[in-house]
């Protein structure tokens, strides 16, 4: 019975390189600024993108990585962080394209 306590116990137990408070508000971040990023200065848009992508795929590979000590919240975390990464690229790549037409337009 302590065993199984234990293990309830640490269910929420987070790794800070993989749900770290840190990780988590960069990512909020920096899907905030990109969605701004696009709709103020669509021409800078591309570079921040990368960076995202990047960065969203550097979390999924340490994740891939820690595969085998990594708990259901954990990998709940990051598909959670990736699905926000997902999304800010999506919608960052909408509004660019808008951006990027509507400049096109006014030539």
């Given at each position: ?29 920096q899907?905030?600024?990109l ?73």
């Amino acid at each position: 019975m302590d065993n199984a306590a234990n293990e309830c116990a640490k269910y929420a137990d987070s790794n800070p390189d993989i749900s770290g408070v840190g990780v988590r508000v960069s990512f909020y971040l920096q899907t905030f600024l990109l969605v701004l990023l696009v709709d103020r200065s669509w021409q800078n848009a591309p570079i921040a993108l990368w960076t995202f992508i990047a960065t969203s795929a550097g979390l999924v590979l340490a994740a891939i990585i820690i595969r085998d000590q990594l708990t259901l919240f954990q990998a709940l975390q990051v598909s959670n962080l990736v699905w926000l990464a997902n999304f800010g690229t999506f919608f960052a790549l909408a509004s660019y394209s808008r951006q990027k037409a509507a400049s096109h337009k006014e030539k």
